[in-house]
């Protein structure tokens, strides 16, 4: 059977859905005596095994100890075969259950990370046993970019919030943490050599609430985190727009030297950064240097949206200064849709969010992140009777997060050109953590399964009951997720 899955199987309850499942008769049951084998390429300390060892005991109550030796039975083995690559590629994966042991096989790290992540959901958890089905799945995404925005500039959200939000994503297999960290309303990053930025900006937020900001050394540990979770850090600073914080802290970046105040409203494209203030230049270079000095991934954002203050040539000149000093570091370049005007290398990420026509202006060669507010919004209302949340871009609900086609947006851009998806949670309107949760969860699972289940495979029918299963499991463990009324 390849991926619907016939009601009653205990494989049924996998989010996102892999490419193949191919149910069996029997089961396996982990009891004390099962270990977790590290074979070929894996180190037993391998953060792999040691998640795998952790979730499987909050998941059935036993502690199993890792081993290199050969596979006994009831062990659950896990091991690295590079010659796989061309089937598994970097996160695909190979878990095969039958009645006298488990394996996961895969070519890379990400990818037996991947396939625990799917043997971890296998079990029932509200009955706390060791069962797990007997099946053979082959799995592997059908994007490489699937990620969650956090906004901790319009309200601060601290590193202990910031590691459980990677945890949380991580457990659908999401991998991009963007975090939004400099708005007109707060900067969020201490940065070497400029200490106003914090000092100044950081002081600020939405309503007057409290600001924050991430010392250097928070900043390594949230990426260390993600890491041991295979989700990658994506930092945005926000340019030339958006940046009334910045330019409330260092006299130097504005034209006229004169600080504009802080500003704890929600408008949007009143503030710009200008290429002639005499700070500008050394600012985007320090910011841009040390970015790329802490930020292992490949890509740094640069923001680019609603510039509405910014002179359209002045925009171009602006942006082309971003791409030129991200690639000095080797690295690439992320931007909203706005960037597609700007000549733009062909590796540069066009972040699409709302008009198709303006994403569509990219140059032929450009690739996409897909983040239709429409569709992925996390900042909308689920539905006109939430508490939270916004209305602009409508109510988002389960089914409206789910039901999309990234390669139906924009006109000519198909798969080969989409990167991936992305869901933002916008905070003007988000105070609390609580809050962060009920409006992530569990949409950002509808998005973990947009952006890794072949479109022919979803239905929605056939998702609802899978997503219950994981809405019950975060309530299980404290996540305030959003309940819908019964359909
Ligand atoms: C648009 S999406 C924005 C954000 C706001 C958001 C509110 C984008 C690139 N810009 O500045 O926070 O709408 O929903």
Known sequence: MTGRLGGGHQSDRLVPLPQQVTPR??????????????????????????????????????????????????????????????????????????????????????????????????????????????????????????????????HFFGVDHVLRFVELMARFKLNRLHLHLSDDQGWRLAIDGWPALTGVGASSAVGGDYGGFFSRADYLEIV???????????????????????????PELNLDGVTPPLYTGTEVGFSSLHLAAPATRRFVHDVIAQLAADTPGEYLHVGGDEAHSTDHSAYLEFVALLQREVHSHGKQMVGWEEIAAAPL??????????????????????RFVMSPARHTYLDMKHTPDCRVGRRWAGFIDLATAYGWDPAALIDGVGDDRIAGVEAPLWTEKVVSFADVEHLCYPRLACLAEVGWTAQALRTWDDFRPRLQVHSDRLAAIGVNVYGPPAD
């Not at 709302?354 to 060669?365: I, K």
């Open 25 to 154: 008769d029997g089961s396996l049951v982990i009891g004390a005596h099962s270990r977790v084998v590290a074979g070929n390429g894996v180190d037993p300390m391998d953060p792999v095994v040691v998640h795998l060892v952790a979730d499987v005991q909050s998941a059935t109550g036993l502690h199993l100890r890792r081993t290199i030796e050969p596979p006994a039975r009831g062990d659950i083995a896990v091991r690295i075969d590079p010659a796989s690559s061309s089937r598994h590629g970097d996160e695909g994966y190979e878990l095969t259950i039958g009645n006298d042991g488990a394996e996961v096989v895969a070519a890379t790290r990400h990818g037996l990370w991947n396939g625990t992540r799917t043997l971890v959901q296998l079990f029932s958890h509200s009955a706390h046993d060791g069962e797990l089905p007997a099946v053979h799945i082959v799995d592997r995404p059908r994007f490489e970019w699937r990620g969650a925005m956090l906004d901790v500039a319009r």
């Open 224 to 250: 260390a985190h993600a890491a041991l979770h295979f989700v990658t850090v994506v930092p945005e600073i926000d340019m030339p727009g958006h940046t009334n914080a910045a330019l409330a802290s260092v």
């Open 345 to 366: 290398a062909p590796a540069t990420l066009v972040q699409h969010w709302l008009h198709a026509a303006v994403a569509a202006g990219a140059p032929s060669g450009a």
